[in-house]
T-cell receptor, first 114, second 111 residues
Framework: EAQVTQNPRYLITVTGKKLTVTCSQN?????MSWYRQDPGLGLRQIYY???????DKGDVPEGYKVSRKEKRNFPLILESPSPNQTSLYFC?????????????FGPGTRLTVT | QKEVEQDPGPLSVPEGAIVSLNCTYS??????FMWYRQYSRKGPELLMY????GNKEDGRFTAQVDKSSKYISLFIRDSQPSDSATYLC???????????FGPGTSLSVIP
């Protein structure tokens, strides 16, 4: 089944404790992206990647890191999480960068930072 | 001014009604216009996308783009309770490969 998977689905952590949220897609997509979704603010793009070893900042990159060492994986790293990073996070992929209008989303990761 | 604006609702309609969902955008350089549907506790899923001004139809759904007014719409005919979800408009800025989402409109279709 073609899909985007994220792990973990739910995470509660404390301020400052480094964490990684994994994202994997099995569709051989070139484009991958991370979003956060907050009430009233909608989906905001954190980082995106056009292909392996190519990443770019989205609208809200502060406090996040990403890497794209393999085509299928695009982990999101929070080096020192803070309470304002409590949010619902989505990973998405698309066939190509110019085809990013056709994104497939993962199920989401709900992160709480206390 | 936000780049993409959307009335958050909530919008409640009886089953069988025609639903109109709307967004406005600010940057005339935007080229691709999308509508995503998001059920509670799920990731968004693509409903439709359009590249130019005009209408695009897919079953009960019609997407409409008016580039001169910077206005995009989604019409749902014969609405069903299964259409109850949040609808997100989105725009692809191809020069930067960035997708910008509206905040979403929550729709409830009452049986």
């Amino acid at each position: 089944e073609a899909q985007v998977t994220q792990n973990p689905r739910y995470l509660i952590t404390v301020t400052g404790k480094k964490l990684t949220v994994t994202c994997s897609q099995n569709m051989n997509h070139e484009y991958m992206s991370w979003y956060r979704q907050d009430p009233g603010l909608g989906l905001r793009q954190i980082y995106y990647s056009m292909n392996v070893e190519v990443t770019d900042k989205g609208d809200v990159p502060e406090g996040y890191k990403v890497s794209r060492k393999e085509k299928r994986n695009f982990p999101l790293i929070l080096e020192s999480p803070s309470p304002n990073q409590t949010s619902l996070y989505f990973c998405a992929s698309a066939p190509t960068g110019t085809g990013a209008y056709e994104q497939y989303f993962g199920p989401g990761t709900r992160l709480t930072v206390t | 001014q936000k780049e993409v604006e959307q009335d958050p609702g909530p919008l409640s309609v009886p089953e069988g009604a025609i639903v109109s969902l709307n967004c406005t955008y600010s940057n005339s350089a935007f080229q691709y216009f999308m509508w995503y549907r998001q059920y509670s506790r799920k990731g968004p899923e693509l409903l439709m996308y359009t590249y130019s001004s005009g209408n695009k139809e897919d079953g009960r759904f019609t997407a409409q783009v008016d580039k001169s007014s910077k206005y995009i719409s989604l019409f749902i005919r014969d609405s069903q309770p299964s259409d109850s979800a949040t609808y997100l408009c989105a725009i692809l800025e191809t020069s930067y490969d960035k997708v910008i989402f509206g905040p979403g409109t929550s729709l409830s279709v009452i049986p």
